[in-house]
């Protein structure tokens, strides 16, 4: 048997290393907190607020793989993420039955839809560099939510589709309770998606940290490089962008699956890749943890921002003025987003490990 190269020893330490530091703790406090959730806080808004973390979380990781690791600019993340609400809605409510079946045949959709679409998109515009590709992806996402406007006998157009769910996920279900909580259907959902979502982020920390994926940040440093060394990058960012929609459109089913309507503004308006986009930028590009901290951001702001005019007439029942100002709840978040970029550049877990590793270089040296 030889002997274990330097390069395996450091592996060795660093796996020793990985479950004595405070992040892999914060990590597992992260987890434990959104599987007690429901029973931390069992108002629907709270339970509703904590599931969007995580399905937006997902999301926002997805982007960050086109993104953050291989500089992929695209606006058209949301229009898959769309595609698989839409096939949800499709197969359980407009075009078929509630049931368990049409719940996997309505996710194998999504994902054979957005792999072919992806592909497609790849190979039409991915030669056409920085904002051209960009602005490509967003035309296509508005071609999609216009022609989900205008095919209303298909779509259902802006009145939407109405989900229904087969058996466990039905709101009416109830399993009893544990520790004080009913067990409803809206509990079994909220685990399902927890569940999938969890999958689906370590199957992208999985993607991001193999050979694979430190290829595709060596063509987001630097392409021609890259190239220089023998990689095909055009095939590379083809498999990133596929692999990111294909996630999206996994997510947008699950976003269905938990709100059991759909209509086009809600699923496929460049709104949805703007606040992806903000998210990522609060949590920091590259970093797929910082998507929990770009999603708690701003789905906490839209939860509680526009609550702040009633909590100021109820302190400062005289304090007309403060009441306008709280009344723009827009312009206060516009204010803390910028106080974020201004404080933490690189997004707030991108500076974190910018600090951390100036650190241990500091202690090495």
Same mark, same amino acid.
Do not use: V
């Given at each position: 048997m030889s002997d274990p190269t330097p390069a395996s020893i450091f592996r060795e330490l660093e796996r020793r290393k990985r479950f004595l530091s405070g992040g892999f703790w914060i990590k597992i406090g992260l987890l434990t907190l959104f599987l007690l959730a429901p029973f931390l806080f069992p108002s629907f808004k709270s339970v509703d607020l904590m599931i969007k973390i995580i399905i937006f979380a997902t999301l926002v990781a997805s982007f960050d793989i086109l993104l953050g690791y291989t500089g992929i600019i695209s606006f058209g993340h949301g229009m898959f993420f769309g595609i698989g609400a839409y096939c949800l809605g499709f197969f359980l409510s407009k075009y078929g039955s509630p049931s368990y079946l049409n719940i996997i045949l309505a996710f194998s959709a999504a994902i054979v839809v957005s792999f072919l679409l992806a592909l497609f998109i790849s190979f039409l515009s991915l030669r056409i560099k920085?904002?051209?590709? !960009?602005?490509?992806?967003? !035309? $296509?996402?508005?071609?999609? $939510?216009?022609? !989900?406007?205008?095919?209303?006998?298909?779509? #259902?157009?802006? +009145? #939407?589709i109405s989900i229904s769910l087969p058996g466990i996920f039905t709101v009416s279900t109830d399993f009893g309770r544990i520790l004080g909580l009913d067990i409803t259907g809206r509990i079994v959902t909220y685990y399902f998606i927890l569940l999938i979502c969890l999958g689906l982020f370590l199957m992208m920390l999985r993607f991001t940290r193999s050979p694979l994926g430190r290829v595709l940040q060596a063509i987001r440093d630097n392409v021609q490089r890259a190239e220089a060394l023998g990689y095909s990058t055009f095939i590379y960012q083809i498999i990133s962008i596929t692999f990111g929609c294909i996630v999206a459109s996994v997510v947008g089913g699950l976003y269905a699956l938990w709100v059991r309507y759909i209509n086009p503004e809600s699923c496929l308006s460049t709104v949805i890749v703007l606040d992806v986009l903000i998210m990522v930028i609060i949590g920091g590009m590259g970093?797929?943890? #910082?998507?929990?901290? #770009?999603?708690?951001?701003?789905?906490?702001?839209?939860?509680?921002? *526009? +609550?702040?005019?009633?909590?100021?007439?109820?302190?400062? *029942?005289? !304090? +007309?003025? $403060?009441?306008?100002?709280?009344?723009?709840?827009?312009?206060?978040?516009g204010i803390l987003f910028i106080l974020i970029v201004f404080f933490f550049p690189r997004g707030v877990m991108g500076t974190i490990q910018e600090i951390t590793a100036r650190r241990k270089a500091g202690r090495a040296s």
């Open positions: 920085a904002i051209f590709f !960009a602005m490509i992806t967003l !035309a $296509l996402a508005e071609f999609s $939510l216009i022609l !989900a406007m205008k095919l209303s006998r298909f779509t #259902g157009g802006e +009145d #939407g970093t797929l943890y #910082g998507s929990f901290i #770009g999603a708690a951001f701003l789905q906490m702001a839209q939860t509680f921002l *526009p +609550d702040l005019q009633k909590f100021a007439k109820t302190l400062f *029942p005289h !304090a +007309d003025l $403060l009441h306008n100002a709280m009344e723009r709840w827009l312009l206060i978040f």
